[in-house]
């Protein structure tokens, strides 16, 4: 068992369309964002290709919740009137701040694929143990950028250039399907 990650579109598309497969990200990938606070590799990788990684992070800070969400939400997280109000106020942030979000994350993924394109060995360009550890995996998910991993049916996974150009792939068919707002959310 571990944690997932998935992208959410308004509107809704199927993520699983045209194949799983050609837009699935890794437990790695998923790693990495949900410890986007303490985990200096995405600091380090904005440094290296001088690209904001702020459109990513907003993915995932803020809730994007439908009105019928809303109440079943505020009954989990809100206590008392006061609560209500701090939650209310997040969640109006939030969709302002995601609000037609996806060109923006697709040029950011798309420019931060271009530029790690062009760093020879990605893993030792990281400094922290997170990715020292991750170097020395005979899979690195920092190696290989790329190179897309094969054989993922036999327990291989993602490596870090593929989460980004399978995101890339989801986001430009996700334009296609009409989509203007993509979030990401975990299970």
């Known amino acids: 068992m571990g944690l997932d990650i998935f992208i959410h579109t308004k509107p809704f598309i199927d993520p699983t369309a045209p194949t799983q497969e050609d ?19 995405l600091k ?21 919740l ?8 505020l009954e989990e997280e809100a206590v008392s009137k006061s609560d209500r109000r701090g939650v209310l106020r997040d969640i109006r942030k939030g969709k302002k701040i995601l609000e037609n979000n996806i060109d923006k994350v ?14 020879e060995n990605l893993p030792w360009s990281l400094a922290s ?5 991750m170097a020395t995996k005979e899979n690195s998910y920092f190696s290989h950028f790329t190179i897309d991993t094969e054989d993922i049916d036999k327990g291989k996974d993602n490596n ?14 996700a334009k296609k399907c009409g989509v203007t707002t993509v979030w990401f959310d975990f299970g």
């Open 44 to 64: 380090q990788i904005e440094d290296i290709s001088g690209i904001d990684l702020l459109p990513l992070y907003h993915m995932l800070q803020y809730v994007y």
């Open 129 to 133: 143990t997170y990715s020292e550890y």
């Open 66 to 73: 439908e009105e019928d969400e809303i109440e079943f939400y």
């Open 23 to 41: 837009h699935r990200l890794s437990r790695y990938f998923c790693n990495l964002m949900c410890l986007w606070d303490i985990n200096s590799d």
């Open 160 to 173: 870090f250039g593929q989460d980004l150009r399978n995101l890339k792939r989801f986001l430009e068919y």
């Open 106 to 119: 697709l040029q950011t993924v798309t420019e931060l694929i271009e530029k790690l394109n062009q760093v």
